[in-house]
């Protein structure tokens, strides 16, 4: 099994920059897809970037595509959300999740891909 701690979010101004990491324990971490979603206040948990398990595939949701890239350290057991250019619109707490390598039934969009969650960071970009 995997536990999940995220850090690094805090209180930024727009057009800044932010980079979100997220360690892992558990020797079943190079076998997880990790996947980055988040959630703004009054509103439903969303999407926003993923990563295969070696690294070599990334998707994104078209919100944060350009902006945003997930990156992750197989050796230190860690994922990242690197965030540059930060909008108003991209607070919300961000949640880290690791999904069972091989589930490719699932959309990897949809956060029942993922069987383990973090505690989430806040991340509040002020204008």
């Known amino acids: 099994q995997v536990q999940l701690v995220e850090s690094g979010g805090g209180l930024v101004q727009a057009g800044d920059s932010l980079r979100l990491s997220c360690a892992a324990s558990?020797?079943?971490?190079?076998?997880?897809?990790m996947g980055w979603f988040r959630q703004a206040p009054g509103k439903e948990r969303e999407f926003v970037a993923r990563?295969?398990?070696?690294?070599?595939?990334?998707n994104y949701a078209d919100s944060v595509k350009g902006r945003f890239t997930i990156s992750r350290d197989n050796a230190k057991n860690t994922v990242y959300l690197q965030m540059n250019s930060l909008k108003p619109e991209d607070t919300a707490v961000y949640y880290c999740?690791?999904?069972?390598?091989?589930?490719?039934?699932?959309?990897?969009?949809?956060?029942?891909?993922?069987?383990?969650w973090g505690q989430g960071t806040q991340v509040t970009v002020s204008s």
């Open positions: 999740a690791a999904g069972a390598a091989g589930g490719g039934s699932i959309w990897y969009g949809n956060m029942r891909a993922y069987d383990y």
């Open positions: 558990g020797r079943t971490f190079s076998n997880s897809v």
């Open positions: 990563i295969s398990t070696s690294g070599s595939l990334t």
